[in-house]
């Protein structure tokens, strides 16, 4: 490889592999190159507990993913990508053996808060049905990457999504809307009363009703590997098992983008201290589960659902996360929980199933949620462990060894809290550059931030073309 790349992408997760289609469907020459033996950075399947089953050890559901603006300008289904809907996209279960849901009708997910609650859900999501794709092309763009297309829609979203959702979850009366939608804003692990975490836990909502939260047939290796595949096709490489410290590592191009985390970005290209007020956030202790059957859900709804929030209620959730904000791990977790295998069968044996739960903990923690963790379990399926044929547990440091990108554990990439929710890796219009001209990021340290969209990449590859027409 002697002659001058126009790109080179160092890291091979779907935010990168999306950078590198980017450009290369614009008839840029790219090549990635990726530390680990396989592509998929957050997105992987693999092996974790016994043999035939096959876990994802990070991201499994996908909200915004099957509907992402730029994977949906993909033909990635030819290369493999099936994506799976389960009969619920989330259930969140109460002690008292009910359960509300996010269903894809929005009925349905009213009618599971009780009367007092059901219209003031169906106004609050009213403004934005139907209007999934301008909506979340807009959103996903900010700081704008292009003009708005649907302005006044925008507006009403933040209007509604920027407050605390704290503030959200006043027009509710009753706890199972209001927790519901705690648990919804604590996917992003920060505590609720932050700034715009009302949109993070609408846009989760509005996913749902828009289409679904599916998982990717065969595990996230799926999304990973169709990206891949599709990249080759259009005459762009990828390099696995190969290591890069320094930037004259790599081969010479006109752009090098990074899918890595600032301060990894910052020690590779000699950029000094340039991201020295970069936050990141606190981590989870995740584990996989092999089991012997599907998990006993005391509530039906669970049973169906692909995920399953355990809280329960938002007083449990909202002290839950602040502890972890001030470097506490709870003893009464909340957990976000998958059941991969209840649509996917190829993940487990026949009759077995794949599960994972994992709980919010302080950054670099080194202790062992299991037994906290399972105790929630057994709060709302009694008999769980019972069902336990293997576990395999990563806290922060096991994370942060397997994915370099998840200083001390942070799943996020940076934490996702504050101004630095909405404006990461640095309070810019042009937050995929660089200090140097030739140097992008474009990692979920950028905006629109975490989650298996690739907006990031799409984003950032914007920015480098800009570049490369102007050179």
Known sequence: MTSMLDAVVVGAGPNGLTAAVELARRGFSVAVFEAADTVGGGARTEELTLPGFRHDPCSAVHPLGMGSPVFGTMPLGRYGLEWLHPELPMAHPFDDGTAAVLSRSVAETAASFGPRDAGAYRR????????????????????????????????????AGLPPSTWLARRFHDEKARALFAGLVGHVIAPLNGLATGAVGLIFALAAHAGGWPLPRGGSQSISDALAEYLRDLGGSVHTGYEVKRLDELPPARAYVFDTSPTALARIAGLGRVYDGYRYGASVFKIDYALDGPVPWTAEDPRRAGTVQIGPTSGEIGTALRLVAAGHPPATPFLITAQPSLVDPSRAPEGKHVFWAYGHVPSGWQGDLTDAVERQLERFAPGFRDRVLARATAGPPELAARNPNYVGGDIACGAASGLQLLLRPKISLSPYTTPHPAVFICSSATPPGPGVHGMSGHNAAKAVWRRLREV
């Open 124 to 159: 609050l999501v009213a403004p934005f049905l139907g209007k999934w794709d301008t909506l979340a092309r807009d959103f996903m763009s900010l700081p704008l990457t292009a003009l708005p297309r649907d302005p006044v829609t925008l507006a009403r979203f933040g209007l």
